[in-house]
DNA sequence: GATGCGTGGCT
DNA sequence: TAGCCAAGCAT
């Protein structure tokens, strides 16, 4: 087997310049050529909402954080409630906490401006070694060695890894600090994962279309799919449990507020049993917030990154105006769509209510 | 190193 | 359809 050329960052960056995506947080190649500079702020948002989450789904959510704060002086005046409330359907909300702690502790200890250098910016909550070598290379133009996902595949790809993720993460970080370059770190940080994200991907890549497939010991063997090698993930289990909606007659509804740890941590749910592993036809002995005529709505199930849940729902609305228990308020109906309501709480209401949790017009 | 942590789209 | 997947971090 004759040994294939080193892939080049050159090539790599030949085609970036060409192929670029547009995306609402970023300086082109052509604007960065001219001298425009990227906002670190616009920089750190865009990276905190793309852990974990697909670019599709980030893009309403960025444009509206920058029109509603748009600086890092803005955030860190905002009131945290507010800050969760747009964040709600985002997921991994341990995000947003540290989205609103990070933006205080940079306008409070660093004068409003980002850390420029790796160190600083890990310090900050939310920020580990990827999105202080994101920001470090695209805002600050620095040679970081950024792995990601997407780096992990191509780089995994073009050097056929053998070693199963997550132990390969040390071989891959070396060969990416290998690559990059003092030029234009920044642009080749982006054309790495826009390379992963249009032709490199996980499934049936655009090997044709590669500026590397003449560098890719995966393709010159024909099994780029079977790299990056995985471990095998363990089953989903399954719990259940119960929710309470209930809705006034002027359509407020009962809410309450989740712990500020853990899953759906901080966010707003309605009243409900916990969520326990469902072994067996286990009794759910759920306890209904208030006396009322609850009646059975059906179930909502959501999948959950650890556990899939069953969730059974009741409804009730109340004659009388019921006063909320200690720990709950009603939410009127105007409100109700802004509330920082997790995915499965607004699938919940809906069952019980359809349309409860849209905005009107 | 393993585990907990969301959601929606795609195949 | 049920699983797989997406620019990871904190503990």
């Given amino acids: 087997m004759t040994a294939l050329p080193p892939p080049s960052p050159a090539t790599l960056l030949a085609w970036y310049d060409r192929h670029a995506?547009?995306?609402?947080w970023r300086i082109g190649p052509?604007?960065?050529?001219?001298?425009?500079t990227p906002?670190?702020?616009?920089?750190?948002?865009?990276?905190?909402?793309?852990?974990?989450?697909?670019?599709a789904a980030v893009k309403p959510y960025f444009e509206g954080f920058l029109a509603r704060w748009p600086d890092v002086a803005a955030l860190a005046a905002a009131p945290s409630e507010e800050v969760m409330k747009a964040w709600a359907g985002l997921g991994y909300y341990s995000r947003a906490r540290n989205l609103k702690a990070a933006a205080e502790t940079v306008a409070r200890e660093h004068g409003g401006r980002f850390p420029a250098t790796e160190a600083?910016?890990?310090?900050?909550?939310?920020?580990?070694?990827?999105t202080a070598a994101a920001i470090a290379a695209i805002a600050f133009d620095q040679p970081a060695a950024v792995v990601d996902g997407n780096v992990e595949r191509v780089l995994s790809r073009v050097f056929a890894v053998e070693t199963p993720l997550p132990a390969a993460k040390t071989e891959i970080r070396r060969l990416q600090a290998g690559l990059t370059q003092k030029e234009r770190p920044g642009d080749y940080a982006q054309a790495m994962m826009d390379l992963g994200?249009?032709?490199?991907?996980?499934r049936r890549p655009a090997c044709s279309l590669c500026p590397w497939s003449e560098n890719c010991a995966a393709h010159a063997a024909g099994i780029e799919e079977s790299f990056p090698v995985k471990p095998n993930k363990a089953a989903r289990p399954e719990r259940t449990g119960t929710a309470f909606v209930a809705r006034r007659r002027d359509g407020a509804v009962l809410l309450r507020r989740r712990a500020e740890k853990g899953l759906l941590g901080g966010m707003t749910e309605v009243p409900g049993s916990d969520?326990?592993?469902?072994?067996?036809?286990?009794?759910?002995a759920a306890t209904a917030p208030i006396?009322?005529?609850?009646?059975?709505?059906?179930?909502?199930?959501?999948?959950?990154?650890?556990?899939?849940?069953?969730?059974?729902?009741?409804?009730?609305?109340?004659?009388?105006?019921?006063a909320a228990p200690e720990g709950h308020w009603w939410s009127s109906a105007e409100e109700l769509p802004g509330e920082a309501l997790p995915s499965v709480m607004?699938?919940?209401i809906e069952t019980a209510f359809p349309g409860a949790t849209k905005r009107r017009r």
């Fill in 21 to 24: 995506r547009r995306l609402p």
């Fill in 30 to 36: 052509a604007d960065r050529r001219r001298g425009v």
């Fill in 39 to 55: 906002d670190p702020y616009r920089v750190w948002l865009s990276e905190i909402m793309l852990q974990q989450t697909t670019v």
């Fill in 120 to 130: 600083g910016l890990t310090s900050l909550p939310g920020i580990g070694s990827y």
């Fill in 197 to 202: 994200a249009t032709i490199c991907t996980p």
């Fill in 275 to 284: 969520w326990l592993p469902s072994a067996g036809p286990a009794s759910t």
């Fill in 291 to 322: 006396a009322a005529s609850w009646q059975a709505k059906g179930v909502v199930v959501h999948v959950f990154t650890h556990f899939r849940l069953t969730l059974s729902i009741l409804a009730a609305e109340p004659a009388d105006n019921p």
């Fill in 346 to 348: 607004k699938k919940a």
